[in-house]
Structure formats: structure tokens, C-alpha cells
């Protein structure tokens, strides 16, 4: 008897463009572009096991060990009834001696090794591994992009992780969806001088979900109107050009620029949103000083900060600044000692016993 099954992982990506707001909830169209860099490191993934088998009766998922509901429509649901159907046109239409497993039920199970809904995009790392096992399985014969737009109904920001490196996510324009994908800005080797901390500053389950988050501000701040129209195309363009001539200065900038431009969104949501706390703010603080002392000293920006929906600092940084940075966080956050269980680094990984 033949055995079924396929197992795949993806990493977690981190946007320095932000994604936030939906135009079409259904197929998660969003409305504007965004870009991220996946966080190549073992220590940020999901990985994900995939069967199908004609004794299955019903699909079923396993998160982290626990069972998880399947609601019909949801969407997880959505993701596996769109790779069945793509396993049916793409190879068992095409060559009528392939099994039909696309008839069979699954069974999938997804190990995080790392916090789950904590700010640190697990459901884009969740979702990009799920649809990736099944295309395993499935022998799609298929490119990333075709996937992301299938991983893009699990969570947005999943789409972006079928990619390493720098990835955009291309907002598109057809109301069905078909031009919403994401697309390789530059590999990882482009630019592997650039390197990113995690700080965790809590593990706590986050208070407001992306999904109601976003919600909320579509329907209520004029800021994200205004955000969309006038702010995002430009900084697409920037920062895309920023990487591709490995200028830190304008990465940093326009990194730091839309991490607050997206928190300030959700602060001019009603009620409003608040995703960063104190010690947030105070490494915000850090890494203005430092860059500010850099560029006071004929020196160039040597940090970037970027925060999503949760409190967690991600920081992006030459590799030869990493160990300073680190020094310093120490040193003003000695209460946060457990901040640093959690640190990785970015395309080789910050070692802090160096
Ligand atoms: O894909 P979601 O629904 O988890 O939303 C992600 C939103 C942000 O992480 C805040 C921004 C982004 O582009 O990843």
C-alpha cells in the first residue's frame, strides 16, 4: 500500500512594510502592497506533515500537538479544499494514471517551535508550511507564486513566506484575487550582511487579533485612508530599491518610519489599538540615540526597528553591529534579562556567547 504523505516547513517573515487592512475578507485582499524579509533561522518555523489516505473520513488538523476545529468555510478549510482542487487540475486531469488522492480526506499536523500568537507571525509561518506540505503531497507542479495565493487565504502575511529573503506582496486589482501573490524582491544571498534580533518582550497571547485589528481601522481611521493612497506605493518602490543597492540607511529609515506609521493606525482606530508597551517604546528610544549618535559622528544609521501586532522588537542591522546592539539592550533593559532567551539572528544567526 502506498503511504500518502509529505512533510514541509516555512519560516516566519517580518514585514517592514506593513500589511494591515482587508479590502475583500473572504479572499484576504488587502489594501496596499507590503514587503517583508523571511527570518531564514531553524528557530522560527512551523513544520507541518501532511497525509491522505482513503480510510480518512474527514480532514483533520493537529496544532502543536492539540486538535483544532476545521470550520467548514474557514479558513483552513478554504486552504485545503483550494490544494485539492489544484492536485485535480494540475496533475490527476492532466495524467489519468495518477491517483486521485485529491478525493481522499487529510490529516495535518503543524509544530511551532517558537510562541504561538505572540506577535511573531506564527499564523504566516502556520499557514505557508500547511500549503506547502500538501503541495508536496500532492506533486504540484507549481511555483511559489501560485501557492502564496492559496497561502494568502490562510493568513495575508502567509504568502510572503513561501519566499526566503525579501518578499513582496503585490496588492493586485482583480476582484477575485488572482493578481494578489507575492514575488522575490532578492534572495537571501543578495544581502546576507543584513541581520535581524528578536526581542521578545512578552509571550503573552496577543490582546487584539490582526483580523479584528484590521477591521476596526478599515471602517474607522481617515489615517489608514490616507496611508494607503498616499504613503505606501512610494515607500514599495523606496525600499525595493533601498535593498537592491544594499543601502542601510534608506532600508532603515523607511523600516522605521512604516513600523510607526502602522502603529499610529492603530492608534487613530476607534476604539483604539495599542500593540506596543512601555519597554517597546523604550528600545524605540535605544535605537533613535544610537542612530543618532552614529549620524552625529559622520557615521551612518546602524539599526532599525520594527514592530508588528504585538510587542516584540525586531531589529535589523548589519551584522557587525549586532553584538553592540545586543551589549546595549543588556545594559538598559537589565530587568528584561529573560528578553534575551530569544534573540536570533538573521542569515547566520547572532551567536551571543561570541
Ligand atoms: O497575516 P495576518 O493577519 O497575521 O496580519 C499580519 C499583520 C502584520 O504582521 C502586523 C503586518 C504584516 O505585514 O505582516
Not at 284 to 302: C, D, F, M, P, T
Request: one cysteine or more; a neutral charge.
Amino acid at each position: 500500500m502506498t503511504l500518502y504523505q509529505a512533510t514541509a516547513s516555512a519560516p516566519v517573515n517580518i514585514a517592514c512594510i506593513k500589511y494591515w487592512g482587508k479590502r475583500d475578507t473572504k479572499l484576504i485582499l488587502p489594501t496596499n502592497s507590503s514587503l517583508s524579509v523571511t527570518l531564514d533561522q531553524d528557530h522560527l518555523r512551523s513544520t507541518t506533515t501532511s497525509r491522505a489516505d482513503p480510510s480518512f473520513e474527514r480532514d483533520r488538523l493537529w496544532l502543536n500537538g492539540k486538535e483544532e476545529d476545521i470550520k467548514a468555510g474557514g479558513r483552513t478549510a478554504t486552504c485545503i479544499t483550494e490544494m485539492k482542487r489544484l492536485r485535480k487540475q494540475e496533475v490527476e486531469d492532466k495524467q489519468p494514471n495518477e491517483p486521485k488522492i485529491s478525493e481522499y480526506s487529510v490529516h495535518i499536523a503543524s509544530f511551532n517551535n517558537f510562541p504561538t500568537a505572540a506577535g511573531l507571525a506564527s499564523s504566516a509561518s502556520g499557514f505557508a508550511a500547511l500549503v506547502s506540505s500538501l503541495a508536496q503531497l500532492y506533486h504540484l507542479p507549481v511555483s511559489p507564486s501560485t501557492l502564496s495565493l492559496i497561502a494568502r487565504q490562510g493568513s495575508g502575511s502567509a504568502c510572503r513566506s513561501l519566499f526566503g529573503g525579501f518578499v513582496a506582496w503585490e496588492m493586485g486589482s482583480a476582484s477575485d484575487g488572482s493578481d494578489s501573490y507575492a514575488v522575490e524582491v532578492a534572495p537571501q544571498a543578495h544581502w546576507p550582511d543584513l541581520h535581524a534580533l528578536i526581542c521578545v518582550v512578552s509571550d503573552d497571547k496577543k490582546g487584539t487579533s490582526s483580523t479584528s485589528g484590521m477591521q476596526r481601522t478599515v471602517e474607522t481611521s481617515p489615517l489608514l485612508q490616507h496611508r494607503i493612497k498616499e504613503v505606501v506605493p512610494k515607500r514599495m518602490k523606496d525600499i525595493s530599491k533601498a535593498i537592491l543597492d544594499k543601502d542601510f540607511d534608506s532600508f532603515a529609515r523607511i523600516t522605521m518610519a512604516d513600523s510607526n506609521q502602522f502603529h499610529a493606525v492603530a492608534l487613530d482606530t476607534e476604539p483604539p489599538i495599542f500593540y506596543m508597551n512601555d519597554v517597546s517604546k523604550s528600545i524605540i528610544a535605544l535605537i533613535v540615540e544610537y542612530n543618532r549618535v552614529s549620524v552625529a559622528n559622520g557615521g551612518g544609521y546602524k539599526a532599525a526597528y520594527t514592530y508588528d501586532a504585538g510587542p516584540n522588537a525586531v531589529i535589523y542591522a548589519p551584522k557587525e553591529n549586532i553584538k553592540e546592539i545586543i551589549q546595549l539592550i543588556v545594559k538598559y533593559f537589565p530587568q528584561h534579562e529573560g528578553l534575551f532567551k530569544d534573540v536570533f539572528g538573521l542569515f547566520g544567526g547572532a551567536d551571543l556567547n561570541s
